[in-house]
């Protein structure tokens, strides 16, 4: 399978903040989430595959090196950032003006049926949209260029769940159009990524905790319910972290089987990502 | 991609149609007020090469330079289309001033034939061209401080530097007033009616290519 995006030790220091050695791949066809508490680097890692921050380390976007090919690629980009668009005191129809003169394969057509999907107004200023349809105006703006891939950086924070599914739609439907494309969707809401998401790229204090298929991580991942005669009977390679409760403890295993075959502990709970997620997190070793 | 920043920075700059034409509405009622040829060129250039100023604030609220940095352009780009929209704006205002001036001019010699304003082209440009310097200098200076520190910092710093600049230029009228030196008017008018176009163009020039110069230099290495 090849990769869209391939990421080398890239590392980023700031004052109070480091990003180090994350290496990880984005493959053709895929959607690939980056899962995180906010401020661990998900941000910091968008843009250093963006090269709107310096980083040390290697970034290549369809096998070319993003610093030296940046425009090339850029035409290649769709891009959504959360706190971030051309300007709040613009209309849908300006951005469709401006944007022509950006992309070389901008598809005016396209936008305008987005537009009309989404019941976008097209006079209207941004600043009066409300944030499900600023949301929807940058999936818009993202994609009708039809880009290769589409990078978003918390594209369903924010908004309700009926908004946040029809988002969710448009990439499934964005994916399943062309299978070289892929999708990089960095979130801290885990749920949206249990049903679209292939992998898992998990990023604690700056570096990755795991990378993994999604479906392997809910298969294989388990939570074991047990007293603490049993937990104590547990192996440290066995288990990854744990919680102890008032009656019993809980302990996020990454291998179900191994558990059940070797303890015989038969309740184990399927987690959702946030709960491995809060498990590295808060959980104790 | 140039054209599409300059289209961004326009449209947002239409909110302020309004204000632009009471400023020229007020320049075309100082004209029949004071008979004064030089107050359009100036007072226009000056409103309209800051107005575009203003475009940093609009980036700075909507953080747009770090989605614009994911389209198909780069920093070099972003930092000359600041300094063609800063160029234009103070051209184009010097040339409305112009313009404004020989249409109320003409239309008050013809409503008033008992009192013809004498319309003296040349320092008519001389005044137009005057104010283009005047102002590209606070531009040359500001739009590297905007990139330093930012568009509310770097207002705050123009406003310092015009007072410095008053400053100076009162502290010298003062000492030579008080040294008694006769400063011969006539030669000095003669000076800058031969070289003060030329002098003020090569200058104006030369400040912009040092601040864009500094401004890349200085955004080059921002963080977004």
Not at chain 1, 76 to 83: A, N, P, Q, R, W
Not at chain 2, 1 to 8: A, D, F, H, N, Y
Not at chain 2, 14 to 30: E, M, Q, R, V
Not at chain 2, 38 to 51: E, H, L, N, Q
Request: some cysteine; hydrophobic content about 40%; glycine content about 6%.
């Amino acid at each position: 399978m090849k990769n869209n995006i391939e990421l080398q030790n890239v590392s980023k220091k700031y004052n109070d903040f480091e990003l180090k050695n994350v290496t990880f791949n984005v493959p053709q066809g895929c959607i690939v989430g980056l899962i995180g508490e906010n401020g661990v680097g998900k941000t910091t890692t968008i843009k250093s595959i963006l090269n709107i921050t310096k980083s040390e380390g290697n970034v290549k976007i369809f096998g070319k090196d993003s610093i030296k090919n940046e425009k090339e690629i850029k035409e290649e980009t769709g891009v959504v950032l959360d706190d971030s668009f051309l300007s709040e005191y613009l209309t849908a129809k300006q951005v469709n003006s401006i944007m022509k003169d950006f992309y070389k394969n901008w598809d005016e057509n396209k936008y305008i049926d987005f537009l009309k999907q989404f019941n976008l107004p097209t006079d209207k200023l941004i600043k009066d949209f409300s944030s499900g349809m600023k949301m929807k105006l940058k999936i818009a703006t993202a994609i009708s260029h039809n880009p290769k891939i589409l990078i978003l950086d918390e594209p369903t924070s924010g908004l309700d769940p009926v908004v946040r599914n029809e988002i969710l739609d448009i990439f499934r439907k964005y994916i399943e159009e062309d299978e070289t494309r892929s999708i990089l969707l960095s979130t801290h809401i885990t749920t949206d990524l249990e049903h679209i998401s292939d992998y898992i790229v998990f990023i604690e204090k700056g570096k990755i905790i795991f990378n993994l298929p999604t479906d392997e991580l809910l298969e294989n991942y388990g939570i074991i319910k047990c007293s603490k005669e049993d937990f104590i009977r547990l192996g440290g390679k066995d288990y990854i972290a744990y919680k102890k409760g008032k009656y019993q403890y809980e302990v996020l295993t990454n291998d179900k089987s191994v558990i059940r075959n070797k303890y015989n502990i038969t309740t184990i709970d399927k987690p959702s990502i946030e709960d491995i997620m809060l498990f590295y997190i808060k959980g104790e070793k | 991609m140039i054209k599409g920043l300059l289209k961004k920075d326009l449209y947002n700059l239409a909110t302020y149609k309004a204000s632009l034409i009471i400023i020229i509405l007020f320049c075309g009622i100082a004209i029949i007020g004071t008979d004064a040829i030089t107050i359009a060129p100036t007072v226009i250039c000056a409103i309209v090469g800051m107005i575009s100023l203003s475009t940093f604030s609009y980036d700075e609220m909507s953080k747009s330079n770090r989605y614009i940095l994911t389209l198909p352009t780069n920093r070099k780009e972003l930092v000359r289309e600041k300094y063609i929209l800063a160029i234009g704006a103070t051209i184009l205002g010097g040339l409305l001033g112009m313009l404004l001036t020989i249409i109320v001019v003409n239309i008050m010699n013809y409503l008033r034939p008992e009192n013809i304003i004498n319309l003296d082209y040349q320092s008519l440009i001389i005044a137009t061209i005057g104010g283009i310097f005047g102002i590209s200098f606070l531009q040359s200076v500001q739009i590297p401080s905007i990139y330093k520190w930012g568009a509310e910092k770097g207002r705050i710093q123009m406003f310092i530097l015009v007072l410095i600049i008053v400053a100076i230029l009162g502290g010298i009228y003062f000492l030579i007033n008080k040294a008694n030196i006769n400063i011969d008017i006539e030669m000095v008018n003669n000076f800058i009616t031969r070289f003060g176009i030329i002098i003020a163009s090569i200058s104006t020039i030369i400040m912009y290519l040092i601040s864009y110069k500094i401004a890349y230099k200085i955004y080059k290495n921002k963080e977004e």
